[in-house]
């Protein structure tokens, strides 16, 4: 089937409910395990079904927002999620109180136990109705920046579209759009800062109604962050800013010097060589060609994969006007389907889109043998090593795309996974002190907070003719602190490992490193994260020197390229 041919109805809440009720019912009675583990399964077919239908919602109303139907749909979800997880926190109350327990633990996965503790932590009836709302806040914000419609160049653009002049070569061309892009914040400010206020202080009142200390706890508890805590991630972050900063801006240096500027302005970031960035050297009928053939040749796995997605119209990728911005991959439970969703603009990271997405992409479909749907996506830190690491692996493809370009795009793609950290790892430091004092920041106070981490993590950012910019705002256009809270640091840990597999397989040639990916692809998430890393033969980015080791590698790979001749 192709995607065109899903189906998507509404779900009958009413209908689910009494279905549910009874699949709960049975459970709560059962007098064997047999009965247990059947009411257990029509749970899982109910849970499937549901999932399905959201995510085609979802999928389908990023790719059009000005489509009425599924407008509606959008705001369907938005109030009735909550209540479809009043229903599923009370299986997961069943499920844990079964007499059968153990008995349903030599049959599921003991994660699925340790899942339903943390949806029982993170839901109260009590807090429906807040729920609601934040749903409708965060689907605000995702409205908003999908309503942008920038005049440019004598064009209508998205804010997405404005990313290759943003990387021109003319240093006043970049510096336009730079201004327009940010423009939309500027002009947007008051509203994104109304949004952005009654999201932390209703996720605040959402948190306390729940017992926790603050929503720094709940948000950990969201994102079923097993084995690790805040006191972890600091330490992890501090770590970040001794391994990390010192070589990040070494490379800002070599960047400047590059692309013949004394000091980098915030505009002149996005253009890496003077003769421009690499590009793909082909239209997206050329770029999906010359994928299909590099998965072909990866492994058997990953052409049964690419064969499914391409029959399938598994991917949306063209920018088009009143499509959500952003990229994802997401899992469609029922038809067992993977799905990517990008905006592609003629840059590298259309590129990037190939193999992160993809890399999500691969992993669900890998582990599309598990029965329960919240299990066949691991936890986001751990989905992000599948993405970030599909990125390394695929790099001996990259002529394909790039031909001459090919090494300017490696350096460039190497650099960026350096530098990246400790911006993630500020997105991350911002939420925590947002979340640690809701009560106590305006928002004003809140623009003073990210600027000065911006200073400790990214001393290069220089904004001196961009007052917008210089009183703390960059952080208006990452839609994972509106939607997601406490997600940006998934990216970082998982980079840490996907550098160490790109250690492993291209600079250490460890034939092993490929079987350890495939491992983790598998069990998708029946293991948590910690567990994974161990499974995958990686070093726990928690771990003292974890992070300075492949750094040391990658500034000795960085610095023997003369990069003035890419």
């Not at 007499?99 to 009590?126: D, G, H, I, N, T």
């Not at 703390?472 to 490992?497: E, K, M, N, S």
């Amino acid at each position: 089937m192709k995607f065109s041919e899903y189906e998507y109805h509404r779900p009958s809440y009413e209908d689910y409910k009494l279905q549910a009720e009874k699949a709960i019912a049975k459970l709560s009675q059962a007098q064997v395990a047999d009965q247990a583990l059947a009411a257990v399964t029509k749970m899982g077919a109910l849970l499937s079904e549901f999932d399905k239908q959201a995510q085609l919602a979802l999928i389908r109303h990023s790719i059009n927002t000005k489509d009425s139907f599924y407008q509606a749909e959008q705001d369907f979800w938005d109030q009735h999620q909550p209540l479809f997880e009043a229903i599923n926190t009370e299986y997961y109350r069943a499920l844990l109180k079964s007499p059968f327990r153990v008995e349903l633990e030599q049959v599921l996965p003991k994660q699925y136990f340790k899942m339903a503790e943390y949806k029982l932590k993170a839901f109260s009836p009590q807090v429906i109705e807040m729920l609601q709302k934040e749903n409708e806040l965060a689907s605000s914000y995702d409205k908003l920046i999908a309503s942008a419609q920038i005049e440019f160049d004598g064009k209508i653009l998205n804010l997405s579209a404005l990313g290759p002049y943003q990387q021109s070569t003319n240093p006043a061309i970049r510096k336009a759009a730079s201004e327009a892009y940010f423009q939309f914040f500027e002009e947007n400010e008051v509203k994104i800062d109304d949004l952005y206020d009654q999201l932390v202080k209703l996720r605040d009142k959402i948190a306390k109604q729940l017992g926790f200390k603050d929503f720094v706890e709940l948000g950990y508890i969201r994102m079923e962050r097993y084995d690790y805590d805040r006191q972890m991630v600091q330490t992890y972050r501090e770590n970040v800013l001794e391994d990390v900063v010192p070589l990040a801006q070494k490379l800002y240096e070599r960047q400047a010097k590059r692309i013949g500027v004394e000091k980098m302005h915030y505009y002149d970031l996005n253009l890496e060589f003077l003769d421009g960035n690499a590009t793909p050297k082909g239209d997206q009928a050329y770029i999906l060609e010359m994928g299909k053939k590099m998965y072909h040749e990866l492994s058997a796995e990953t052409e049964t994969f690419i064969d499914y997605m391409y029959a399938g119209d598994l991917l949306d990728l063209e920018t088009k006007d009143g499509k959500q911005g952003g990229g994802y991959c997401t899992f469609i439970p029922g038809y067992d389907s993977p799905f990517i969703f990008a905006n592609f603009n003629g840059t590298s990271g259309d590129i990037d889109v190939l193999t992160h997405e993809a890399g999500h992409a691969f992993q669900v479909f890998q582990s599309r043998w598990i029965q329960q749907p919240e299990l066949v996506f691991p936890t986001s830190e751990s989905a992000e090593i599948h993405s970030m690491s599909m990125e390394f692996f695929t790099y001996p493809w990259m002529e394909l795309f790039f031909k001459e370009e090919t090494e300017k795009y490696k350096f460039s793609h190497l650099s960026g996974a350096v530098q990246f950290l400790p911006y993630g790892v500020l997105v991350d430091h911002f939420q925590h002190e947002v979340y640690e004092n809701p009560e106590m920041m305006t928002p004003a106070e809140r623009k003073a907070v990210w600027r000065k981490l911006e200073k400790i993590y990214t001393p290069h950012k220089d904004y001196s003719d961009n007052a917008f910019l210089e009183k703390g705002t960059l952080w208006y256009r990452q839609g994972h602190i509106f939607d997601t809270p406490f997600y940006y640091i998934d990216y970082t840990l998982a980079q840490v490992l996907a550098l160490q597999f790109w250690k492993r397989a291209i600079i250490d040639k460890d034939p092993t490193a490929w079987k350890d990916y495939l491992a983790i692809c598998e069990v998708g998430g029946t293991s948590s994260f910690l567990k994974l890393v161990d499974l995958a033969n990686l070093k726990s980015p928690f771990e003292e020197g974890s992070l300075s080791e492949v750094m040391q590698v990658i500034d000795k790979q960085l610095t023997a390229i003369d990069d003035r001749k890419l």
